[in-house]
């Protein structure tokens, strides 16, 4: 079984900014990718950023020069340091975990529970 566990939501004025950590755990024994999607109410859960195992990043266009995504493959963790937010950035952030491969040879992807980050003034 493998758990992902997320944090650093939060409330912010515009411009502010937050940073998100994931980390997966349990019986993994190698990650495809990681990544952030978002979900505000009434639109659809879209992709933010994601990184590889080897080191690749991928991000949304509206999210392009101000969100920064890193990782650690020794501690399977991701972040996702946020600047410059926007009112739109408002949303339940969720991390995933693309194709784990767990040490009994299961493969399949997994979610974190999501946290809230809200950009007003």
């Known amino acids: 079984q493998v758990q992902l566990v997320e944090s650093g939501g939060g409330s912010v004025q515009p411009g502010g900014s937050l940073r998100l950590s994931c980390a997966a755990s349990?019986?993994?024994?190698?990650?495809?990718?990681m990544g952030w999607y978002r979900q505000s109410p009434g639109k659809q859960r879209e992709f933010v950023a994601a990184?590889?195992?080897?080191?690749?990043?991928h991000y949304l266009n509206s999210v392009k020069g101000r969100f920064t995504i890193s990782g650690d493959n020794a501690k399977n963790t991701v972040y996702l340091q946020m600047n410059s937010l926007k009112p739109e950035d408002t949303a339940v952030y969720y991390c995933?975990?693309?194709?784990?491969?767990?040490?009994?040879?299961?493969?399949?992807?997994?979610w974190g529970q999501g946290t809230q980050v809200t950009v007003s003034s």
């Open positions: 349990g019986s993994i024994f190698s990650i495809n990718a």
């Open positions: 990184i590889t195992s080897d080191g690749g990043t």
């Open positions: 995933n975990a693309d194709r784990v491969l767990s040490i009994t040879r299961t493969l399949r992807d997994y």
